[in-house]
């Protein structure tokens, strides 16, 4: 079946790292792809999508890019804040199927 | 606009008792799930609805029940806890059905069960 695969972290950043977050995908077809976070003690937010292969999604600075050609889509913000620290998943789903989440990563961002 | 939102925030049950996780939605999405979250391994889907008076098993069904009598609600009962069935529990909806629609997905605030 459908899986994603993501670093687990927990991943420690100082305010204005580089930050990325690997995550890589296994599904037949098609898939969209998305990344979540969640904010200590609340539910999962949307944070970007990306609909087919080499679109790229963006919010709140963070980027995110679909290559279908290496079964990827890393997360990644040029310069971190406090306040980005969070839960942040990788998830996919296929037309006519249900999300499928991968694990989570951890992000801790040091003043 | 309330979202979802679920209740109660957090429970302790002991082993064998029964409850319902409460959850409703005001934004009349035909698409209701809910998940577990356990530490290193994502949100796993229990059990779906594709809209009122249909609902589905998802990867980790057992010992759960819900129904769907109205778009609104979408109750998860737990039929005798289990302290494997500790976790963090999440509601979801989106519009739209199984086979279509949208894909973003809203998400209530969490219940942190325990079971002893």
């Known amino acids: 079946g459908d899986s994603v695969t993501q670093m687990e972290g927990p991943v420690t950043l100082s305010e204005e790292a580089f930050l990325t977050i690997n995550c890589t995908y296994t599904?037949?077809?098609?898939?969209?792809l998305f990344w979540y976070v969640q904010y200590p003690g609340e539910g999962l937010q949307l944070l970007l999508k990306a609909t087919k292969a080499d679109d790229k999604g963006s919010n709140k600075g963070f980027e995110a890019t679909y290559r279908k050609e290496t079964t990827s889509f890393h997360l990644e913000k040029g310069s971190v804040q406090v306040s980005d620290s969070a839960v942040y998943f990788c998830a996919l789903r296929n037309y006519g199927q249900n999300f499928v989440f991968g694990p989570g990563t951890r992000l801790s961002v040091l003043p | 606009n309330a979202g979802v939102t679920q209740t109660p925030k957090f429970q302790v049950l002991k082993t064998g008792q029964s409850m319902t996780l409460q959850c409703a939605q005001d934004?009349?999405?035909?698409?209701m799930s809910w998940y577990r979250q356990d530490p290193g391994m994502g949100l796993r889907l229990i059990h779906y609805s594709v809209g009122a008076g249909i609902t589905d098993q998802g990867e980790v069904p057992n010992g759960y029940n819900v129904s769907r009598s109205t778009t609104e609600d979408f109750p998860l009962r737990l039929l005798s806890a289990a302290p494997s069935q500790t976790s963090v529990y999440f509601c979801?909806?989106?519009?739209?059905?199984?086979?279509?629609?949208?894909?973003?997905?809203?998400f209530g605030p969490g219940t942190r069960l325990t079971v002893l």
């Open positions: 979801a909806s989106r519009p739209g059905t199984l086979s279509g629609g949208p894909d973003t997905q809203y």
């Open positions: 599904a037949t077809g098609y898939p969209s």
């Open positions: 934004m009349n999405h035909e698409y």
